[in-house]
Nanobody, 120 residues
Framework: VQLQASGGGLVQAGESLDLSCAASGRTFGMGWFRQAPGKEREFVAY????????QYVESVKGRFTISRDIAKNTMYLQMNNLEPEDTAVYYCAAQRVLGDPATTTTYDYWGQGTLVTVSS
């Protein structure tokens, strides 16, 4: 399975941005991670195969919304009220089997990353 992330860009603090991740085939759980310069890759959000279960890192709760279109094999991340601290390369990832949503090692497929820059 190949993943293609898109939608990154440059926005000002308080603005919104939507990310998409298109998968070439069916996957199990999917997630978004991000990596800021000089920092480790961190978990952002997760959505289960059914789309029912969602999980977020505390810092984005209430601002980011993860969703997926199962028929289109596509996952989305709606990001509102963006902050400069959200600046990072955002990666989408997918699992072949159920695993810890917040751990990078449980994901089998990774997209190439899309840069999100939030200016103050």
């Amino acid at each position: 399975v190949q993943l293609q992330a898109s939608g990154g860009g440059l926005v000002q603090a308080g603005e919104s941005l939507d990310l998409s991740c298109a998968a070439s085939g069916r996957t199990f759980g999917m997630g978004w991670f991000r990596q800021a310069p000089g920092k480790e890759r961190e978990f952002v959000a997760y959505i289960s195969a059914s789309g029912i279960t969602k999980q977020y890192v505390e810092s984005v709760k209430g601002r980011f919304t993860i969703s997926r279109d199962i028929a289109k094999n596509t996952m989305y991340l709606q990001m509102n009220n963006l902050e400069p601290e959200d600046t990072a390369v955002y990666y989408c990832a997918a699992q072949r089997v159920l695993g810890d949503p917040a751990t990078t090692t449980t994901y089998d497929y990774w997209g190439q990353g899309t840069l999100v820059t939030v200016s103050s």
